[in-house]
């Protein structure tokens, strides 16, 4: 099989649309600033939050949208691709220097894509945003360090929408193999830990304290864990993909780890793989969504 990151972004997007936290979403509806709204995502992938944005009809009339990711790769697929997702649904995409305008009827988003590390991009002083948005990022990144830099990208009464945060349970089902099933479990949210670049297997519980010493106040918090099954004896849209991906984050992370023996590891691999080949596997990870208010 053939690994692409876009590609598991894109699959990615079905399981996070059921797992972003709903009593959080609502109240992000709530106290979202009216247009013209600028909105600042970090680690933005491909921009299948802006699409979701959009099809969720969150974003108010005129928007400016900064999609900001490092990876090279992210950025190129995000000028193919959102053009085509455009096309696609309904809106009109021209291509500016900065990026994308996306227009439908009264509404227009200004997008501009930018490839680089947030930890370079925030000292240059960007404008500051209404909403700043981080969906399946502060857990890789150093904690609780990271925070107030992030936060002061924020207007005085901005928000930020701070989505899937792990937070320190991985399930696989149906059993393997239970001693092995969880020192691999526990191995993996080791690695997570131990990442040169910063990283936390319990970073949504541990938001809590963090944001609080970030004096960013808490207006929403709940759970917003991934959920996949099969559902009539196949998974929904690309989410085999998806499981196939989480199955190779496994492997990239334990391959020659010294407390696993290797065939045992490759044969754990080999086994879940089919099960997700036969609609078996069921995987539940459990993660944090939080809206937050600037730090006061
Ligand atoms: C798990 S992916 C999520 C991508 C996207 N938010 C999504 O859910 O589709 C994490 C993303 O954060 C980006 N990232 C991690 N550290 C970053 C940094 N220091 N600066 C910019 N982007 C970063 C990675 O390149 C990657 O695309």
Same mark, same amino acid.
């Given at each position: 099989?053939?690994?692409?990151?876009?590609?598991?972004?894109?699959?990615?997007?079905?399981?996070?649309? $059921?797992?972003?936290?709903?009593?959080?979403? @609502?109240?992000?509806?709530?106290?979202?600033?009216?247009?013209?709204?600028?909105?600042?995502?970090?680690?933005?992938?491909? #921009?299948?939050?802006? /699409?979701?944005?959009? $099809?969720? &009809?969150?974003? !108010?009339? %005129?928007? %400016?949208?900064?999609?900001?990711?490092?990876? !090279?790769?992210?950025?190129?697929?995000?000028?193919?691709?959102?053009?085509?997702?455009?096309?696609?649904?309904?809106?009109?995409? =021209?291509?500016?220097?900065?990026?994308?305008?996306? =227009?439908?009827?009264?509404?227009?988003? =200004?997008?501009?894509?930018?490839?680089?590390?947030?930890?370079?991009?925030?000292?240059? +002083?960007? =404008?500051?945003?209404?909403?700043?948005?981080?969906?399946?990022?502060?857990?890789?990144?150093?904690?609780?360090?990271?925070?107030?830099?992030?936060?002061?990208?924020?207007?005085?009464?901005?928000?930020?929408?701070? %989505?899937?945060?792990? &937070?320190?349970?991985? /399930?696989?089902?149906?059993?393997?193999?239970?001693?092995?099933?969880?020192?691999?479990?526990?191995?993996?949210?080791?690695?997570?830990?131990?990442? !040169?670049?910063?990283?936390?297997?319990?970073?949504?519980?541990?938001?809590?304290?963090?944001? +609080?010493?970030?004096?960013?106040?808490?207006?929403?918090? #709940?759970?917003?864990?991934?959920?996949?099954?099969?559902?009539?004896?196949?998974?929904?849209? @690309?989410?085999?993909?998806?499981?196939?991906?989480?199955?190779?984050?496994?492997?990239?992370?334990?391959?020659?780890? !010294?407390?696993?023996?290797?065939?045992?590891?490759?044969?754990?691999? @080999?086994?879940?793989?089919?099960?997700?080949?036969?609609?078996?596997?069921?995987?539940?990870?459990? @993660?944090?969504?939080?809206?937050?208010?600037?730090?006061?």
């Amino acid at each position: 099989m053939e690994y692409s990151f876009p590609q598991y972004l894109l699959a990615k997007q079905s399981v996070d649309d $059921r797992a972003l936290n709903k009593d959080v979403l @609502q109240a992000l509806r709530l106290h979202l600033s009216p247009s013209p709204l600028r909105v600042i995502e970090l680690g933005a992938g491909i #921009g299948t939050m802006l /699409t979701r944005l959009l $099809r969720w &009809d969150i974003l !108010p009339p %005129t928007a %400016t949208y900064i999609l900001l990711d490092q990876m !090279p790769e992210n950025i190129a697929h995000a000028h193919q691709w959102l053009p085509l997702w455009a096309g696609q649904n309904g809106w009109q995409a =021209q291509p500016t220097p900065q990026g994308i305008h996306l =227009q439908r009827g009264e509404q227009s988003v =200004q997008v501009e894509l930018i490839q680089a590390d947030l930890f370079d991009y925030i000292p240059q +002083k960007p =404008q500051p945003a209404h909403l700043l948005i981080a969906h399946a990022v502060l857990d890789l990144l150093p904690m609780p360090q990271s925070l107030p830099p992030l936060l002061s990208l924020l207007q005085p009464g901005g928000l930020a929408w701070l %989505t899937i945060n792990f &937070d320190g349970v991985t /399930t696989l089902e149906p059993t393997l193999h239970p001693e092995l099933d969880s020192r691999i479990e526990s191995l993996y949210h080791l690695s997570m830990d131990k990442r !040169p670049s910063g990283g936390d297997s319990q970073s949504g519980r541990h938001l809590f304290g963090h944001l +609080k010493q970030a004096k960013a106040p808490i207006l929403a918090a #709940g759970a917003s864990d991934w959920v996949v099954y099969p559902y009539n004896g196949e998974y929904p849209a @690309q989410e085999a993909y998806f499981l196939h991906f989480i199955l190779h984050f496994f492997e990239e992370s334990l391959t020659r780890h !010294p407390s696993l023996d290797p065939h045992a590891f490759a044969h754990w691999l @080999q086994e879940r793989h089919a099960q997700i080949d036969r609609a078996e596997l069921v995987y539940i990870a459990h @993660q944090m969504d939080f809206l937050v208010g600037a730090p006061t």
